[in-house]
């Protein structure tokens, strides 16, 4: 069966290190996304991606970055961790088009001490 | 103003109550509508797609009103595992097909 996973699950890392997470799909979707989760806020959009070599900032970007050299991974890169980047993270992929399924990773949640 | 707004509840209801939640959004591009559950430390996941003319599925309905950017999910004879946070979701406007998310309202089920 098709799915997407992320790893770590759980990740704790010091001020100032660069982090990558991990996402891997095999639903073949060309659509690809990456949301942070914290109380009062929901899900808000990180970085996106239509396609490999295709990236787009969110709502939130900064601090983050991406890359797609392939149709299945998008990482998410901290370039320095701060601790306002404590969070659960959620990558997500989608076929595109109207009416159409977005489907998760089962998150990382992620510490910055 | 947030682009899709939901009451945080939460919804504290017996065994067996119907509880309807609300959404409303602002783009009055949007094209595609869902609500999605998410249950404690999980992923989101699809609950229900919302078309134009209703949509059921068993205990679960959902509406949506275009004219008031409006979306409503009713949830009848509600069982304890019902208890979860149900998020609603916007996306497709301008050819974007960026699921855009309500912070969720809470529904506890008790017996």
């Known amino acids: 069966d098709a799915e997407i996973t992320q790893s770590p699950r759980h990740k704790i890392t010091e001020t100032g290190r660069q982090v990558t997470l991990a996402c891997h799909q095999t639903?073949?979707?060309?659509?690809m996304f990456w949301y942070r989760q914290d109380l009062g806020h929901g899900l808000r959009l990180i970085h996106y991606?239509?396609?490999?070599?295709?990236?787009n900032k969110g709502e939130v970007s900064d601090g983050y970055s991406v890359s797609r050299s392939n149709t299945e991974d998008l990482p998410l890169t901290l370039e320095s961790a701060a601790s306002s980047q404590t969070s659960v993270y959620f990558c997500?992929?989608?076929?595109?088009?109207?009416?159409?399924?977005?489907?998760f990773g089962q998150g990382t949640r992620l510490t910055v001490v | 103003r947030k682009e899709v707004e939901q009451d945080p509840g939460p919804f504290n209801v017996p065994e067996g109550a119907t509880v309807a939640f609300n959404c409303t959004y602002s783009?009055?591009?949007?094209?595609?509508f869902f609500w999605y559950r998410q249950d404690c430390r999980k992923e989101p996941k699809l609950l229900m797609s919302?078309?134009?003319s209703g949509n059921e599925d068993g205990r679960f309905t959902a509406q949506l009103n275009r004219a008031s950017q409006y979306i409503s999910l009713l949830i009848r004879d509600s069982k304890l595992s019902d208890s979860a946070t149900y998020l609603c979701?916007?996306?497709?406007?301008?050819?974007?097909?960026?699921?855009?998310f309500g912070r969720g309202t809470s529904l506890i089920v008790h017996p």
């Open positions: 919302v078309y134009s």
């Open positions: 979701v916007v996306s497709a406007s301008g050819g974007s097909y960026i699921p855009t």
């Open positions: 639903w073949n979707h060309n659509n």
């Open positions: 997500a992929s989608s076929a595109g088009g109207l009416n159409t399924e977005a489907f």
């Open positions: 991606s239509y396609g490999v070599q295709d990236t």
């Open positions: 783009n009055s591009a949007s094209q595609s």
